[in-house]
């Protein structure tokens, strides 16, 4: 690429393994992440693309520092990076209310009185599609889609640049899939932002991102830009997988 | 309330509650007002059957039986709220410290705790009482420390299984503190565990007061509890009065019966 874009997020020569001990006192190196490398730069959507037990999760929570052990170097170029996790089942504290869950993070910030934190709420909710009324509801009064526009909320709230999204859409029926991802590209517009979208489902990040990234046994098989990896794709494993989505 | 009542709307928990707070209310009452003098002796009234005068009937120094059971009734249940409360509350602490943060600190008081529930734990409490002897502090703090384990051990688990799912994940990420993560994200989700525990808690305390006074190792002599007068009240079976031990005996039924229903209806959602 030629015009020079800001880093968002670089990940280098990321790894991580874990032993495992077999009856016979053999102990195992088993890779989970190798050697991955890859920049995210500022307003772009990079697809994440692996079948379960690639890494994928694995690396989002490397990036996300819930990882506690990893070799390597994470740097991210943005304050409060956020998430939107594939369970909408509990990804919400099912105790409290969705004013409670979403008044939290605001809360974390300091930077609003009361007043302020709720009219950025009753805001937030209206833009992902939902209202005031949910305010005094429970997660569990609400639907699947319904808590995945919750949780984008949340994550919103934070004033984040840069959003994980693991799955997002995958545990959802496929009416409510195009849904939330027409919301989350409105999102990406309105807001500037950066995601780093993971899913096993080829035509999923088609619809989202710029730039995929194909993982296959915790290594990078191949990067480039959609369409490229759409209609020229050069790994067998890529095309295996784009092959499986048409 | 409302929600509580909407939650465990079943037959247990609705019984569990009028039995419970009937009878702790007369209880309360009792702290305030009794017909009689509790320790007032009649020597024209001793050793009455029950009547319209005295309701419960009188022991052999013609005191009151309703008066004093509502006396004893109100030290056990005292002796029961503060071992709830200290067992609950530092069980809940032990049990959201190892659970949430785990490693060796977890291991050596779950440990520890492991240890303490190998014993019996009445017989552990006696034990202890024996070689610190009566009176009502005694048995608070021995009873409490019994029960400390059963409730780090419940709110443990609830906090391991709880830390790790994704809201919490989400807090973390979004700069909550480990503290504020713990009393306000975790805590209100352990409640329905923690709620039947306590109310559960409440019946073991009652019992446990009532077996050690009634074996001379709980409140003192000149202290009063239910335990104390049902053992007191024996001597009387044989002498034609069994209603002073019955009376005695119904009041601790009652009540831990109405612990242990609305523990059991708590537990069961609707």
């Known amino acids: 690429m030629a015009e020079e874009k800001k880093k968002i997020l670089e990940v280098r020569n990321v790894s991580t393994s874990y032993t495992r001990k077999s009856p016979l006192g053999k102990t195992k190196i088993q890779h989970v992440l190798h050697d991955v490398s890859f920049d995210l730069y500022e307003g772009e959507a990079l697809g994440l693309v692996g079948e379960s037990g690639s890494g994928k999760t694995t690396l989002a929570r490397a990036i996300l520092g819930f990882l506690p052990k990893y070799e390597g170097t994470i740097t991210h170029y943005s304050e409060h990076p956020q998430v939107v996790f594939q369970d909408p089942y509990t990804a919400l504290n099912p105790a409290r209310t969705i004013e409670w869950i979403l008044e939290e993070p605001l809360k974390i910030l300091k930077k609003y009185n009361k007043e302020e934190r709720r009219a950025r709420i009753v805001d937030m909710l209206k833009r992902v599609g939902l209202d005031e009324s949910y305010l005094d509801r429970k997660p569990s009064q609400?639907?699947?889609?319904?808590?995945?526009?919750?949780?984008?909320?949340?994550?919103?709230?934070?004033?984040?640049?840069?959003?994980?999204?693991?799955?997002?859409?995958?545990?959802?029926?496929?009416?409510?899939?195009?849904?939330?991802?027409?919301?989350?590209?409105?999102?990406?517009?309105?807001?500037?932002?950066?995601?780093?979208?993971?899913?096993?489902?080829?035509?999923?990040?088609?619809?989202?991102c710029d730039r995929v990234i194909v993982m296959r046994k915790g290594n990078v098989v191949e990067e480039g830009e959609i369409d490229q990896i759409f209609e020229a794709p050069k790994h067998p494993y890529t095309r295996e997988l784009v092959e499986a989505s048409k | 309330?409302?929600?509580?009542?909407?939650?465990?709307?079943?037959?247990?928990?609705?019984?569990?509650?009028?039995?419970?707070?009937?009878?702790?209310?007369?209880?309360?009452?009792?702290?305030?007002?009794?017909?009689?003098?509790?320790?007032?002796?009649?020597?024209?009234?001793?050793?009455?059957?029950?009547?319209?005068?005295?309701?419960?009937?009188?022991?052999?120094?013609?005191?009151?039986?309703?008066?004093?059971?509502?006396?004893?009734?109100?030290?056990?249940?005292?002796?029961?709220?503060?071992?709830?409360?200290?067992?609950?509350?530092?069980?809940?602490?032990?049990?959201?410290?190892?659970?949430?943060?785990?490693?060796?600190?977890?291991?050596?008081?779950?440990?520890?705790?492991?240890?303490?529930?190998?014993?019996?734990?009445?017989?552990?409490?006696?034990?202890?009482?024996?070689?610190?002897?009566?009176?009502?502090?005694?048995?608070?703090?021995?009873?409490?420390?019994?029960?400390?384990?059963?409730?780090?051990?419940?709110?443990?688990?609830?906090?391991?299984?709880?830390k790790k799912l994704n809201y919490v994940s989400l807090a973390k990420l979004q700069g909550v503190g480990h503290l504020r993560i713990m009393l306000r994200h975790i805590l209100p989700n352990t409640l329905p565990v923690l709620l039947p525990a306590i109310s559960i808690g409440f019946n073991n305390a009652v019992l446990a007061e009532a077996s050690m006074s009634f074996l001379g190792v709980g409140v003192s002599a000149s202290e009063v509890s239910l335990g104390r007068m049902l053992s007191d009240s024996q001597n009387y079976i044989l002498r034609g009065m069994p209603w002073y031990a019955i009376f005695v005996g119904l009041t601790i039924a009652l009540l831990i019966l109405g612990f242990s229903l609305l523990g059991e209806g708590l537990q069961q959602e609707d």
């Open chain 2, 1 to 162: 309330m409302k929600k509580l009542f909407a939650k465990h709307n079943n037959w247990f928990f609705k019984v569990g509650l009028i039995l419970t707070v009937c009878m702790v209310g007369i209880v309360i009452i009792g702290q305030f007002w009794t017909p009689y003098d509790p320790n007032a002796m009649d020597a024209a009234a001793k050793a009455q059957g029950p009547s319209l005068k005295h309701l419960l009937g009188t022991d052999y120094f013609g005191r009151d039986i309703f008066s004093r059971i509502l006396e004893g009734a109100g030290a056990t249940l005292l002796i029961a709220f503060f071992v709830v409360l200290l067992g609950a509350g530092m069980g809940t602490l032990i049990g959201a410290l190892t659970g949430y943060f785990g490693g060796v600190v977890d291991e050596i008081l779950m440990r520890i705790c492991d240890a303490l529930t190998a014993f019996p734990s009445v017989l552990l409490a006696l034990i202890a009482l024996a070689i610190l002897g009566p009176g009502r502090l005694n048995v608070i703090g021995v009873l409490a420390l019994v029960f400390i384990p059963s409730f780090a051990r419940i709110v443990r688990a609830e906090f391991s299984r709880i």
């Open chain 1, 142 to 208: 609400l639907s699947g889609g319904q808590r995945q526009r919750v949780s984008i909320a949340a994550a919103l709230l934070m004033e984040p640049r840069f959003i994980v999204a693991d799955e997002p859409v995958s545990a959802l029926d496929v009416t409510i899939q195009a849904q939330i991802l027409k919301l989350l590209a409105e999102m990406k517009e309105q807001f500037g932002l950066s995601y780093l979208f993971i899913s096993h489902d080829m035509n999923v990040v088609y619809q989202l």
